[in-house]
């Protein structure tokens, strides 16, 4: 089992890799602070880093999109282990924006050994076209977004918009990663994509456990696509 502590009870974390090297994360130890949840690590982060660590041919030569992407366990993870050509990390809080630019240079990411590598400010209701035609997204990632009808709500308008924006030849393959909590909320969420047109596929699978978490949480992995 993968270590995974606070260093010293300090907001310092190091989580080793499978191939020896280790990721540093600078977090949060309250699961809310500055008013969000997103400077601390959840646990559909590190099931969706496991499950990308056994699905590299998704990541290697693409490029990615992480929507909420926290502080950047997931996203280090795909940087390090699965050679994306480019990769966009995102969030719309300025304290998670600041913790992620932190992070991704603790972790040496955008050197000349790394791929493009950017951290963009990206809120869901307000993005343009633009901004995502200038992702160019091959695939698309997020991990326990999915915990608020509205929020839920406005993610569902935002992969309308990411597949609306590619060609159909070249749609992006959107993974989302829940711990259901809520299932009712969860359910919605489902029921919302539905609405919207789009259809998703449960991911099945073992997943090598790399990360020492809570297994026993309901996790589901979903691929949405029209």
Same mark, same amino acid.
């Given at each position: 089992?993968?270590?995974?502590?606070?260093?010293?009870?300090?907001?310092?974390?190091?989580?080793?890799?499978?191939?020896?090297?280790?990721?540093?994360?600078?977090?949060?130890?309250?699961?809310?602070?500055?008013?969000? =949840?997103?400077?601390?690590?959840?646990?559909?982060?590190?099931?969706?880093?496991?499950?990308?660590?056994?699905?590299?041919?998704?990541?290697?030569?693409?490029?990615?999109?992480?929507?909420?992407?926290?502080?950047?366990?997931?996203?280090?993870?795909?940087?390090?282990?699965?050679?994306?050509?480019?990769?966009?990390?995102? !969030?719309?809080?300025?304290?998670?924006?600041?913790?992620?630019?932190?992070?991704?240079?603790?972790?040496?990411?955008?050197?000349?050994?790394?791929?493009?590598?950017?951290?963009?400010?990206?809120?869901?209701? =307000?993005?343009?076209?633009?901004?995502?035609?200038?992702?160019?997204? !091959?695939?698309?990632?997020?991990?326990?977004?999915?915990?608020?009808?509205?929020?839920?709500?406005?993610?569902?308008?935002?992969?309308?918009?990411?597949?609306?924006?590619?060609?159909?030849?070249?749609?992006?393959?959107?993974?989302?990663?829940?711990?259901?909590?809520?299932?009712?909320?969860?359910?919605?969420?489902?029921?919302?994509?539905?609405?919207?047109?789009?259809?998703?596929?449960?991911? =099945?699978?073992?997943?090598?456990?790399?990360?020492?978490?809570?297994?026993?949480?309901?996790?589901?992995?979903?691929?949405?696509?029209?």
């Amino acid at each position: 089992m993968i270590e995974y502590k606070v260093i010293q009870s300090l907001d310092l974390v190091r989580v080793p890799q499978p191939n020896g090297d280790a990721i540093s994360l600078l977090e949060s130890i309250a699961l809310i602070s500055e008013g969000t =949840t997103g400077l601390v690590t959840w646990e559909a982060a590190l099931y969706l880093a496991e499950w990308a660590l056994e699905n590299q041919q998704v990541f290697t030569g693409r490029s990615v999109l992480e929507l909420g992407s926290g502080v950047g366990l997931t996203g280090i993870t795909v940087c390090r282990s699965c050679n994306p050509l480019r990769f966009v990390f995102s !969030d719309c809080h300025s304290a998670v924006l600041e913790k992620l630019r932190e992070n991704v240079r603790l972790n040496r990411l955008g050197e000349e050994t790394s791929p493009a590598i950017r951290v963009d400010e990206l809120d869901w209701t =307000t993005v343009t076209e633009e901004q995502i035609r200038g992702i160019r997204a !091959d695939t698309v990632i997020a991990a326990d977004v999915v915990y608020d009808p509205d929020v839920a709500g406005s993610l569902v308008k935002l992969l309308l918009k990411i597949l609306d924006c590619s060609s159909a030849e070249a749609q992006p393959e959107i993974y989302i990663c829940s711990t259901v909590r809520n299932p009712e909320t969860y359910g919605g969420f489902k029921l919302q994509l539905e609405a919207a047109g789009l259809n998703h596929e449960v991911m =099945t699978g073992p997943v090598g456990a790399v990360f020492p978490y809570n297994r026993l949480a309901p996790f589901e992995l979903i691929k949405v696509f029209r």
